[in-house]
């Protein structure tokens, strides 16, 4: 094997699709049970629907209030009698009450829970609309603006936050900033009405009505969020932390004073994002106050309007922004936000010139309408592009400051026209509007995209990768350590005059010329990067590296000479394709030659070894050979001591070999006993490499492998190790006259663990594996090493049919002769569902024909009725249930040992694998779609099941494995950036916590998931 770095196997970059999804759909809130074929993708359990519906009605009760303003504005005035400069000072009273809720919110969001800051915003409204109704004096009233401001400025900052959470957050945002605008809608009625009865208006009876709402408010969210009404207290180790929390929590990052009010406050103000949405909202929101706050004057004053009739027109506005928030949020999220909001933006900017310059009051009324409706996703949509492009940690804190300079605008601006129409008239508040609607266009354009959860405050600056020189030894390296090399030493391009580095997935450059077509066209300067491979397959393309000359190279011992042993493992293994059909089977059987003992000379040239029958069979006493090669022994599953006189020589340890052998024990062994509850792999193995060399050989590469993946320097020694297995391999295998040991099976298997931490996995083992399992007539093992092996190579073969997607090596009908299908012990009914998920894959990728649903269904039945009728030792002995609001984003799934979690895993994925492959009849595109959508949840539900139980158990590596080949096969059904972040959490912590390398399929699902929430267009 030429191939000397550790990185993670190209095969988890690739990607495989599954039913159209919405860019923005959450994964959370999945019920405990699998969700039904036939429920809606956006199915929500029963809590988390009234828990939107009371920050819906929130939104209602904010709604009536501003609504309220503008409507009730000339009625002010005239009461106190006081100008338009005056009275605007009620719009500076507003912004001080979110100010105040900004700059308190993330202090009071560490002591008290969501429930109870919603609780708190909610009765702060209620006390502001009792002090209005009674007709305060104006400085009074004014001062319940910023009453009322801070307790919107709570409720809103929060059940925005909740609802960006919940699944299909997109829809559901625009669902509560519609009962804003439905609020809104209704206000100016309502005012206009109570103010213009009778003689003498009573203008102030008005806010009867919203304190009657604000009341049953309180009373809804208290029902709502009953359970997070509280104060926090410090959270205890065992109240639901996951292990990946518990990981985290560790590290210096996470124990820092950064999880301070104050630091979050210092993180959000220095996130260039914040700084950009906010300026949006502070020019969108000026706009859509001082229109709604002002028509009503404008209309009275210089179109001669009856101000009785004219009290109506903030409605038309509000109407139109309630539609465009219902009937708008879709085209928008479907078509690219940035692109319709731009659109809507001149649509609004043409809507307001009509306005301006037709001087007829019907015109107007319509025009004021439209530009509401097309003003009407604006909100929903910057809350939905702030929660891709804000971290998770600082999301609440960054919210609630976007509201403040919202508010800021919504004040700023109609206090400035206030002011200049005191002088100037009310005229002035026509161009204004086309000044602030002109302003909100270009701030939109100036709001960074979403590009990568991970770096949420970069903006889409130039990025190129240049590839900074490194040490390079005389072996080989491969494309993948230096794409590897080359992602570590990123630098900023010039923003202006220089493009990003061409990539060969975006880009098709021609490499015989200087600079590619794209960028002589834009006529900038072509930077080509690496030839990064994003999928698996692709070819590499060799690079012409230039160093510098005074590069230090790594000195080596002795020379390092490299032979590519592909072909002789092919010849070995491979055979012709008739011998896969050979009706002669085989079985295991005890033979042991001497030269097995000692290493053979390399042979030239060697038969196809599995042309021929094999006879394998475990020994009745360890290391007890027969005399000659026609003998045969009976089964016993008690292995004894050595025998003197007929076990091979047992030779030592070396102090290299006893560290490895360690190694191997105490951190790998359960990797491969992960069903087996006598732990050949522990126990065995170890003893019989005292008399195997092929098994320790075996043994030592692999250990010395995993210590590769921290300690560098033991390269060379795994492979040395690796060769002296492969010669003896050979020999082993080529040359018994078809007879093959179980100690060589277990080599094989352990090998074959080698080769998947390989970056080339040329699946040669697994291919020798799956062969000599195919041969055997008789699955003569019962319980012993030999059977250990082959269910070992079962799961590896598993491994690679689940994330390339392609059928199994392995024949299943060979395992049908085991014991594990009469045994009743829960290892054994664990091995039976690796047999079902097997059977489910064989099914689902039919190398003949494709799979009918008949056999789908049967297959089915037998995995329900495994979880049905599972011994009670599989049940967990502790679970919880994920919680958004408590931030606990995964299950607590404790069991008994790592084999039932591991059957647990396999049920979870077999689930996946059926729903995926049962075909289902849609009588239209729609349907087809959403019954997509539908099969994606479930797949979602069960993924979620095998990550919980892999870091609630995280004794058992296996499951660590095993969950992190599902993610690179479905990791893209992850839609929300809690769940992102939840996978990515959890990958870097099987990296810490095994070793294995994570960084591509990190990588990897990081792009796919920025390809997803990217508008189309």
Partial sequence: MATTTELEPSLVSETYELASRPNNASAGGENPSEPPLHATDSKLDRATILKITSAAFSFFVAGVNDGSVGALVPYVIRDYGINTAIVSS???????????????????????????????????????????????????????????????????????????????????????????????????????????????????????????IGLINVALVFVAFRD????????????????????LASTPESTSEDDSAFGLIKETLKTRSVWLLSLFFFCFLGATLTANGWVVEYLVVVRDGNLSQMGYVPAGFNGGSLLGRLFLAEPTHRFGVRRMIFFFSILCIGLQLLFWLVPNIIAASISISLLGFFMG????????????????????????FVFVFAQLGGCFFPIVTGLIAAKAGVAILQPMLCALLAATTISWLLVPKPKDSENTSLHRESLRIQPTPRPRSTLQQTDHEWQGRAQESWTRGDRMGRSNACRVRHVRCDKNLPSCLACRKAGIECVRSLQVRFRNGLDSVDEDYSFSKTQTWVQHEKTLEYCDETAQLSQLYEGTMAEAEDPH???????????????????????????????????????????????????????????????????????????????????????????????????EVPRRALCFPVLRYAVCAFSSRHLNRSMPDTTTESLEYYDKCLQLLIEAVSGQDGQVEEEVLAAIAILRQYEEMDADDKELHLTGTSRIVNSMSV????????????????????????????????????????????????????????????????????????????????????????????????????????????????????????????????????????????????????????????VEQIVRHHLIQVIALATSNSRGENTLFTARHSLSVWGGVFGDREDQTMVQDFLNYVQQKTGWNTTLLRSSLNEQWTQDHEPNG
Avoid at 228 to 247: C, I, L, M, N, Q
Avoid at 383 to 388: A, H, T
Avoid at 645 to 665: G, K
Avoid at 872 to 877: D, G, H, L, S, T
């Fill in 90 to 212: 009620v719009y500076g009273a507003n912004f001080m009450g979110w100010l105040s809720g900004a700059m308190t919110n993330t202090h009071l969001s560490q002591k008290f829970d969501l429930g109870s800051m919603l609780l708190l915003g909610a009765g702060l409204q209620v006390a502001a609309h009792a002090l209005r109704a009674w007709g305060p004096p104006f400085v009074l009233y004014a001062i319940t603006f910023w009453l009322v401001s801070l307790g919107q400025a709570y409720q809103d900052t929060h059940g925005n936050t909740f609802v960006a959470s919940t699944k299909g957050a997109h829809r559901w945002l625009a669902v509560i900033h519609a009962m804003y605008m439905a609020g809104c809608l209704c206000g100016p009625f309502v005012a206009t009405a109570v103010a213009s009865a009778g003689k003498t208006s009573h203008w102030y009876l008005f806010f009867l009505f919203p304190l009657g």
């Fill in 228 to 247: 997070t009404v509280g104060y926090k207290g410090k959270k205890s180790p065992d109240d639901g932390t996951t292990a990946v929390d518990a990981e």
């Fill in 377 to 400: 996703p604006y909100f929903a949509t910057g809350i939905s592009v702030g929660s891709k492009l804000f971290s998770p940690r600082i999301y609440s804190t960054a919210l609630a």
């Fill in 585 to 683: 089977r085989l079985s295991l059987q005890a033979r042991q030659p001497e030269s097995f003992h000692s290493p053979p000379a390399l042979p030239t040239e060697q038969p196809s070894p599995l042309s021929r029958e094999y006879e394998i069979r475990s020994p009745s006493i360890l290391g007890a050979r027969p005399g000659s090669q026609g003998s045969s022994m009976s089964h016993s599953t008690t292995h004894q001591g050595l025998s003197p006189s007929s076990a091979p020589p047992v030779v030592p340890f070396t102090h290299q070999e006893a560290v490895l052998m360690r190694n191997f024990i105490e951190n790998m062994a359960l990797w491969a006993d992960a069903t087996d509850m006598r732990r050949h792999f522990e126990i």
């Fill in 779 to 934: 699955f003569d093992f019962n319980g012993g090493l030999g059977e250990a092996a082959a269910w070992l190579c079962l799961r590896e073969d598993i491994y690679i049919s689940l994330v390339k997607q392609r059928p199994l090596k392995t024949d299943l009908g060979t395992f049908l002769q085991s014991n594990v299908f009469r045994k009743r012990d829960d290892a054994a009914y664990a091995n039976r569902m690796v047999f079902l998920l097997a059977k489910a894959l064989g099914c689902a990728f039919s190398a003949n024909e494709p799979c009918s649903l008949q056999s789908l269904e049967t297959i089915g039945a037998e995995v329900d009725a495994w979880f049905d009728s599972k011994p009670a030792a599989f049940n967990p002995i502790h679970e919880e249930q994920r919680s958004r609001p408590n931030g606990r984003l995964l299950p607590e799934i404790w069991v008994l040992s790592p084999f039932h979690a591991v059957g647990l895993q396999y049920y979870h994925i077999a689930k996946i694998i059926l729903a995926m492959s049962t075909p289902f009849l849609a009588a239209s595109v729609y349907d087809h779609i959403r019954m997509g959508k539908k």
